[in-house]
């Protein structure tokens, strides 16, 4: 006879739990709707005529009461909460006794029916934001008592008629104990559960650390922010991450870089506790994205933990330190390439060696100036037009020392030739942070080119006192009275334009601006005259600036050809 016929709707369990109905089951167990003196709980019966063998069957059992010794112990709005006499075993006297598990009974609907009922229609950012924060708190507390939840997924997290969620299932928690992170060490750590599309690769080989729930979380809000499965995207066959956000346009960069971290690859490419996350989406943390939207870093002070496994990532991923239109900068940069010894080079490729041997020893802390030479190597190859080694540099630069700026904005000047704009913005993001001058102009730029201009005005005020030289200086003022004119503030624009050509008079790209805004004023001498330095000292630059150089050429010969031109010429002579 089948162990679950003996469970029955109307049967009394323990003098005191009324059976209502089977509401569920699969996996280890069945599970049913008590009553208990006209207060609803929830039944967990463990199945145990699936188990042929004796030591399975043991196992099983000892993650039943995994679960009910944890569920006892948490007082915690999202988690369901248990008796201390919950956990019971019961027998009718002909078969084998039913191990029973009696808990509270959570209202409402799991999140993959929640989605289905909706008609798979995406969740917004503000609401996402809002979930997150209350499975992260309800994570920290499994985490800061040392279990592991995984088996994170839509199933198993209930939304209650109040809007507060909760997680369920508790069968597959692990507690991180001594002997647990031996085994971990020996690759082996008992049990492993797999859920397909969210169970993270390093629990699929049977050691799973506490990045793995945020795998799990992060896979399971890909779902809801596109009413998708996981498995209906692809992932790069270079980085192994999941293409997924040109699925979910509506949600914001802050949030879809937050998702990448949760889903990366690696472990250690991952937030390394609970907090680190809270303080991000509570606003009191910077976070930057993958290779989708940039390098594998963080800003200073933020230690999500970087792996050797994360720089393998770096090297299957597979420009410069100046303004695009500042040249001479590039010279300084060779010939501090240049300065480099052969016995420097040695030394860092022994550092290497022994980096990847010795499974991730921090040889940065002792040796920082290898992150210099390697970004001066991804600028020599840069200038090979030797692209994607460029990148594994400035990488390679980031993770033996995250406080630098410099490879952060090469990173950002190349995505940027690349048109990977999004990218490149990213980058600088995380330079102006570091507080690099010319990641404060870039990103302005940028801003500016996307009708941001108060951001960039902001930006570039900011930005300014950091600047150390004047081509820095210039270029920063230059753009500013670009975004003022822009803005429709002459006036500011005009002042801005002329501190540039206080700093620099033989560079074009202020004049031609100021043209603008003369135009703007009416004041047609003044405009003819900008108009004239605008060419005489035309030369290579950026897009708009190549742009802006066409348009005086042109400008200047209808201001030649004007009536009112020739009539002054006439009354002249």
């Known amino acids: 006879m089948m162990v679950v016929a ?3 709707p109307g049967m009394l369990l323990q003098g005191r739990y009324r059976i209502i109905c089977q509401i569920g089951g699969g996996g280890f167990g069945k599970v049913f709707e008590v009553d208990d003196g006209g207060t609803p709980k929830v039944l967990k019966v463990l199945s145990l005529e699936r188990f042929y063998n004796p030591t399975i069957k043991q196992k099983a059992i000892a993650l039943f009461q995994r679960e009910a010794e944890l569920l006892g112990r948490f007082k915690h709005p999202g988690i369901p909460r248990v008796e201390l006499n919950g956990y019971f ?9 039913l191990h029973c598990l009696v808990m509270e009974k959570i209202p409402g609907s799991n999140l993959q029916q929640w989605l289905q009922d909706r008609g798979n229609q995406p969740l917004t950012t503000e609401q996402a934001h809002a979930w997150l924060i209350q499975l992260i708190e309800i994570l920290n507390e499994l985490h800061q008592h040392q279990y592991l939840h995984r088996d994170i997924k839509l199933s198993n997290i209930m939304l209650k008629p109040d809007g ?10 692990r507690e991180i104990t001594n002997s647990y992170l031996e085994k971990q060490q020996g690759k082996h750590t008992g049990t492993v ?5 969210f169970t993270p690769p390093e629990q699929a080989e049977g050691h799973a650390v506490p990045q ?3 795998f799990a979380l992060g896979r399971t809000f890909v779902s809801l922010l596109t009413g998708k499965s996981p498995l209906d995207f692809p992932r790069s066959s270079e980085t192994g991450e999941l293409i997924w956000r040109d699925q979910a346009t509506h949600v914001s960069l802050e949030l879809a870089n937050l998702i990448d971290r949760l889903i990366a690859p690696f472990s250690g490419q991952r937030p390394q506790n609970c907090q680190e996350i809270l303080n991000y989406l509570k606003g009191n943390q910077q976070i930057e994205p993958l290779s989708q939207g940039g390098a594998d870093t963080l800003p200073p002070g933020t230690d999500f933990g970087v792996n050797t496994l994360g720089l393998n990532s770096f090297l299957k991923n597979t420009v410069s330190l100046v303004f695009k239109s500042d040249k001479k900068n590039v010279d300084r940069q060779k010939k501090t390439q240049d300065k480099l010894s052969k016995k420097r080079r040695f030394q860092f490729w022994m550092a290497g060696l022994l980096l990847f041997g010795s499974g991730g020893i921090n040889l940065w802390k002792s040796t920082p100036e290898i992150a ?7 600028f020599t190859k840069y200038e090979e037009k030797s692209f994607d080694t460029a990148k594994i540099y400035y990488h390679l630069a980031i993770f033996f020392n995250p406080k630098i700026p410099e490879p952060d904005y090469n990173l950002g000047l190349l995505y940027e030739d690349q048109k990977k704009l999004d990218q490149a913005q990213n980058m600088y993001k995380i330079a102006v942070h570091k507080g690099y001058d010319r990641a404060y102009n870039n990103l302005a730029r940028l801003n500016i080119l996307n009708k941001q201009y108060t951001t960039a005005v902001t930006l570039l005020r900011k930005g300014l006192p950091f600047a150390y030289d004047d081509k820095a200086k210039y270029t920063m003022l230059k753009n500013l009275g670009w975004a003022y004119l822009e803005q429709g503030n002459y006036q500011e624009a005009q002042n801005f334009l002329q501190k540039a050509i206080n700093i620099n008079s033989e560079r074009p790209a202020a004049y031609c601006l100021q043209a603008k805004v003369l135009e703007k004023q009416n004041n047609k001498q003044g405009e003819l005259s900008a108009l004239k330095n605008c060419i005489k000292y035309k030369k290579s630059g950026t897009t708009e600036e190549k742009q802006w150089s066409d348009e005086a050429t042109k400008k200047i010969g209808k201001i030649s050809q004007s009536p009112s031109n020739s009539k002054t010429s006439r009354t002249q002579s």
Request: without cysteine.
């Open 212 to 214: 793995s729930d945020f």
């Open 6 to 8: 003996m469970i029955r």
């Open 372 to 378: 210099l030479n390697l970004n001066d190597l991804g």
């Open 193 to 197: 559960l797999v859920s397909p599309g």
């Open 89 to 97: 075993t019961w027998s009718d006297g002909n078969g084998e006794p």
């Open 164 to 173: 507060q969620l909760v997680l369920i299932d508790f069968g597959a928690v």
